[in-house]
């Protein structure tokens, strides 16, 4: 299994500005990935960070919006920016292990947007 | 569309009682089969299955999966209060890119009474 960071654990913004969300993963991993659970909601993912290119974005995601990093095999980060209160959720990063096809999930970051 | 189809959505019971989650998938490209109990923020993975017939069990729970019907199921004997949690089956398929992704039902939310 692989144990898995993020921070901060929670934030609380202001509309028009951004969040930066990190994810630190304690071995190397193949994939990351970052969730978006809205309240009441399940997981939804909004991208698949990639090492050394761009972020593979699903429907709906976009890279303005939510720009990835991914500079090494550990490291993920997710920028949420020009913030509404639309996008008060959970993200959750999460990574998939080198052996299986079971993804881990880091503890998630709960934004509040005012 | 992809779609991972979970019920009921919400069960209460009491202490002692077996419950029985349902999970059913339409997929392209399907991999594995996940169910993850999330109590808080991060989901704990509980089990993947990859093959018909084949019963995973930890403890007390035990997961099934028939690839013919497209289902799972999520059996919990002599529930605890502990288990009380919000379960989610996710579905691993293969992109056209090669890479893979999960996709996650609604889930089940489970509350066990004293």
């Known amino acids: 299994s692989a144990v898995i960071s993020q921070k901060p654990s929670r934030d609380i913004c202001q509309r028009g500005t951004s969040l930066t969300i990190q994810c630190q993963v304690d071995?190397?991993?193949?994939?990351m990935f970052w969730y978006r659970q809205q309240p009441g909601q399940s997981l939804t993912l909004i991208a698949t960070?990639?090492?050394?290119?761009?972020?593979?974005?699903e429907s709906g995601f976009v890279i303005d919006k939510f720009p990835i990093s991914r500079p090494n095999l550990t490291f993920s980060t997710l920028t949420v920016s020009n913030l509404s209160p639309e996008d008060s959720s959970i993200y959750l990063c999460?990574?998939?292990?080198?052996?299986?096809?079971?993804?881990?999930f880091g503890p998630g970051t709960r934004l509040t947007v005012t | 569309e992809d779609k991972v189809v979970q019920s009921p959505l919400s069960l209460v019971v009491h202490e002692g009682d077996t419950v029985t989650l349902n999970c059913s998938y339409e997929?392209?490209?399907?991999?594995?089969l996940l169910w993850y109990k999330q109590e808080k923020k991060a989901p704990t993975f509980l089990f993947m299955l990859?093959?018909?017939?084949i019963e995973k069990k930890s403890g007390r729970l035990s997961s099934i999966l028939d690839k013919k019907e497209l289902f799972s199921i999520l059996n919990i004997t002599a529930t605890q209060t502990g288990d009380s949690a919000v379960y989610l089956c996710?579905?691993?398929?293969?992109?056209?890119?090669?890479?893979?992704?999960?996709?996650f039902g609604k889930g089940t939310k489970l509350t066990v009474n004293p």
């Open positions: 997929v392209t490209n399907f991999r594995s």
């Open positions: 071995s190397q991993v193949t994939m």
């Open positions: 999460s990574a998939d292990t080198l052996t299986g096809y079971e993804q881990y």
């Open positions: 990859t093959s018909s017939g």
């Open positions: 960070a990639n090492q050394g290119s761009e972020a593979t974005y």
């Open positions: 996710a579905v691993t398929l293969q992109t056209q890119g090669g890479s893979e992704k999960l996709v």
